[in-house]
């Protein structure tokens, strides 16, 4: 969705672009448009300084979705004063400027409420340039996908919460959440792509679901490609599984043909993610230039699947 809005300045149009997700776009002129997103969340782990570093790069995580670069963000909390200290909100806030300072932008303020159940994230703002922006709706017949993140994420922090997951397991969650997606995104952009999404909440299912149906294309993932945390199978087996998954799977199910594959599969897939990676759609000639790097740089990503002219949704293969 496209609108229109006529400024003070009768020779500027500014067009705001809908995107999909937590973000919106604005084009103030032929080289500049701002990304604007918010996003907070509930701890997912014990340590304050780990869980404001979790929500700052969930938060910024929509910018680089859209190839933009983030320029400076406002801190949202929700604080418990009468249970929780003090210092352990400047131990969060602590965290959240670790991010911003990696990330390369400046916390300018923020706005703190009372909240019986704490929660912390952001408000983003960043500039992209118009003919480089990556859409949800971007993804082109013949695309290769590639997922720049391992999924199980929403699985690992359920076992962390319920003392579950080993030491391994907890560091490689973490990590994996900490990490910026800014490499991902940078990759994109120079490699021509024009979709690419960031997978949290509602799952690779939700998010690269709604990629192929807002794209009108078919997109077939290969399940053994896909790239899982530590411990993730091991613990969904065993039934470990956020209930944000089912409902993922259940929302996603008219439009997924699992093929042979059983609910665990299915859920994984669906598996509920905080501070997950991009999903990319790259000409094929540019991925294994992209892989290469993403591998260089410390990630764990693949190709993961293809997208093709036909009924728009996913199968699972």
Do not use: C
Not at 63 to 79: D, I, K, Q, S, T
């Amino acid at each position: 969705m496209v609108r229109h809005l006529k400024s003070e300045h009768p020779d500027e149009l500014l067009v705001g672009t809908d995107t999909g997700d937590d973000a919106a776009v604005w084009q103030i002129d032929a080289d500049q448009a701002i990304v604007s997103t918010a996003d907070f969340i509930t701890p997912v782990v014990d340590d304050a300084r780990t869980w404001g570093r979790v929500a700052a790069a969930n938060s910024v995580s929509d910018v680089y979705a859209m190839g933009g670069r983030p320029l400076f963000a406002l801190n949202l909390v929700g604080w418990n004063k009468d249970e929780l200290p003090t210092e352990l909100l400047s131990e969060l806030l602590a965290g959240g400027q670790d991010i911003a300072s990696a990330a390369g932008f400046a916390i300018v303020g923020g706005h703190t409420i009372d909240d019986p159940e704490p929660k912390y994230g952001m408000s983003v703002t960043g500039m992209v340039h118009p003919d480089r922006i990556l859409r949800n709706s971007g993804l082109r017949p013949g695309d290769d996908v590639i997922l720049t993140k391992p999924l199980g994420v929403g699985i690992l922090t359920t076992a962390i919460k319920s003392g579950a997951a080993s030491e391994t397991e907890t560091h490689e969650a973490v990590a994996s959440m900490v990490r910026l997606n800014d490499i991902g995104a940078r990759l994109a952009v120079e490699a021509g792509a024009t979709g690419a999404t960031d997978v949290t909440g509602f799952g690779l299912l939700g998010h690269l679901g709604r990629m192929a149906l807002e794209s009108k294309v078919s997109v077939t993932v290969e399940f053994d490609a896909i790239p899982f945390l530590t411990g993730a199978i091991t613990h969904a087996v065993s039934g470990v599984m956020p209930s944000g998954s089912r409902r993922n799977l259940e929302w996603g199910a008219e439009f997924l043909d699992a093929g042979d594959h059983d609910e665990v599969h299915q859920l994984l897939v669906a598996d509920a993610q905080t501070s997950g990676g991009l999903v990319l759609g790259v000409d094929p000639g540019a991925t294994s230039s992209v892989l290469a790097e993403l591998a260089a740089t410390g990630h764990t990503a693949a190709h993961i699947g293809v997208a093709r002219a036909g009924t728009p949704g996913l199968i699972l293969r």
